[in-house]
């Protein structure tokens, strides 16, 4: 079986992945500087004409290179208990711990299932996020079980070692045993984002359209379950959990949203609307709210295909709920961290991108 072949026939969403950033062109401190300073003496004299040349705006580097041996494929990424990122690599079966600072990258743990899907010619599935709690990591399993060709376990790995770990949770097994009532092609799902919950976890569903609560001794329920608005990316702020939805093919802007909902609560309420293919939410500084959109979904793709490359945005959540353009174009990123005010994009062509000044007035 080709699940791509399989895949492409069917009018079901599998979920957006992934992304190629174009370099972007910033101002060097040097220029900024004087620029500041230009700025500063101009004010003197005129305020008002000093106000349209502000210093100060996001920009973004490029940290890493060739994650995933420079693949495309979908990855996930937290905030390690040291302070550094932690990206997983799907097509290698690996977990990377990359220096936020330096972006020197190594090995933390390898030898997990690989991804063996494809979709719109973007690898899917094998470690597709990562997690800690009480300084154990944890690796979010997908689309690596028997009804996609494979022979492992979709659900939570527990890392023990370098090379060693243990699953804590068979995901595949609890959707085999309980589909959702939205329409499948793969029955065991493909879980895209954990976010650690109380203790436990929450996994999002972007083929199930759910979102699961899992216990560190493997118990699996149905935490919140949607119609097709493809959850994909998880923040948790006290006792509320914000979601992004990548919204149903062809994942046009009004669909691509922020809800929240509290744990046991059947329904979600709308944050913000009107980016393409959201695929994470963070927060950020100033306990604002920041989202990934993937970008352009191309016409005709096949469900679950990325997007087109450098049609993606990193956003800001208005108040209003609407969305402001903080950074574009980024090239088909999958998932975002801040550490300090510096936001971290890990996108599909196995980059990592470091954006400054995302708190700077638009
Ligand atoms: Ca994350
Ligand atoms: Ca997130």
């Given amino acids: 079986m080709t699940p791509q072949n399989k895949d492409s026939k069917k009018k079901q969403n599998i979920l957006a992945l992934a992304p190629k950033p174009a370099m972007r062109v910033t101002k060097s401190v040097g220029i900024g500087i004087v620029l500041f300073l230009g700025a500063t003496l101009i004010a003197i004299i005129t305020p008002s ?66 991804a063996i899907i494809s ?18 990591a944890y690796a979010l399993v997908t689309l690596v079980s028997p009804d996609v060709g494979g022979s492992h376990v979709d659900g939570i790995y527990r890392v023990d070692g370098p090379d060693s770990f243990t699953v804590v949770a068979d995901i ?21 984002a954990l976010q650690t919950y109380r203790g436990g976890f929450l996994v999002t569903d972007g083929h199930l359209n759910r979102v699961l609560r899992v216990t560190l001794e493997g118990e699996v ?40 909902f509290e744990s046991g609560s059947p329904t979600a309420t709308e944050v913000a609307s009107g980016a393409r293919l959201l695929v994470d939410v963070e927060f950020g500084p100033a306990n604002r709210l920041y989202a990934l959109s993937q970008g352009i979904f191309p016409v ?63």
Avoid at 310 to 328: D, M, Q, R, S
Avoid at 337 to 349: D, K, M, Q, R, S
Wanted: glycine share 14%; with cysteine; proline share 10%.
């Fill in 221 to 260: 329920t149905v935490s919140i379950a949607f119609d097709n608005i493809v959850p994909t990316g998880l923040e948790v702020r006290g006792n509320t959990v914000y979601m992004a939805e990548a919204g149903p093919v062809p994942h046009l802007p009004q669909d691509g949203k922020v809800v929240s």
């Fill in 49 to 114: 004409a000093a106000s349209a040349q502000s210093p100060c705006e996001p920009t973004a580097t490029r940290l890493v290179t060739g994650l995933d041996t420079g693949l495309e494929s979908a990855k996930g990424s937290t905030v390690g208990p040291d302070g550094a990122l932690y990206v997983t690599e799907g097509a290698v079966g690996r977990i990377s711990r990359v220096d936020p600072l330096t972006g020197e990258v190594t090995t933390f743990a390898s030898g997990l299932p690989t």
């Fill in 300 to 362: 005709g793709g096949d469900p679950g295909s990325p997007a087109l490359p450098n049609t993606g945005a990193l956003v800001k959540v208005n108040g209003e709920g609407t969305f402001t353009v903080i950074t574009e174009p980024l090239d088909r990123p999958t998932s975002l961290e801040f550490i300090g005010n510096t936001a971290y994009v890990v996108n599909l062509t196995g980059e990592i991108w470091k954006i400054d000044g995302v708190s700077c007035p638009h």
């Fill in 119 to 136: 979709i719109g010619g973007a690898i899917i599935g094998g470690a597709i996020d990562v997690a800690f709690i009480d300084n154990i």
């Fill in 172 to 192: 595949g097994a609890f959707n085999l045993a309980n589909p959702p009532p939205t329409p499948f092609v793969v029955p065991t799902g493909l879980q895209y």
